[in-house]
């Protein structure tokens, strides 16, 4: 699932990045999403969003699932 690009930034041809920092737990659930930093507040809860209904296996150590700490950047570009 992509993020939704806000309409009025897309007009506004605005790209921009939000770094998500979250737990991962030991079944791949995401913990604790939020935001870092952002290069402008209207892509912060678009990117949260799409973070949401994300899918991932979760981190292992010695063999077994661990919770995990992840950091993500999630570009907002528009496409030429």
């Known amino acids: 699932v ?3 690009y806000p309409a009025d930034l897309r007009k506004k041809r605005v790209e921009g990045t939000v770094t998500l920092v979250f737990l991962l737990d ?5 913990e604790d999403a939020r935001v870092e930093n952002s290069t402008h507040p209207g ?14 296996k ?3 150590k010695d063999g077994g699932s661990v ?4 950091r993500l950047p999630m570009v907002f570009r528009i496409a030429s």
């Open 67 to 70: 919770k995990t700490h992840m």
């Open 43 to 56: 892509f912060e809860q678009p990117a949260l969003n799409a973070l949401r209904k994300w899918k991932f």
């Open 58 to 60: 979760p981190g292992t």
């Open 26 to 30: 030991e079944s791949g659930r995401i």
């Open 2 to 4: 992509s993020p939704v």
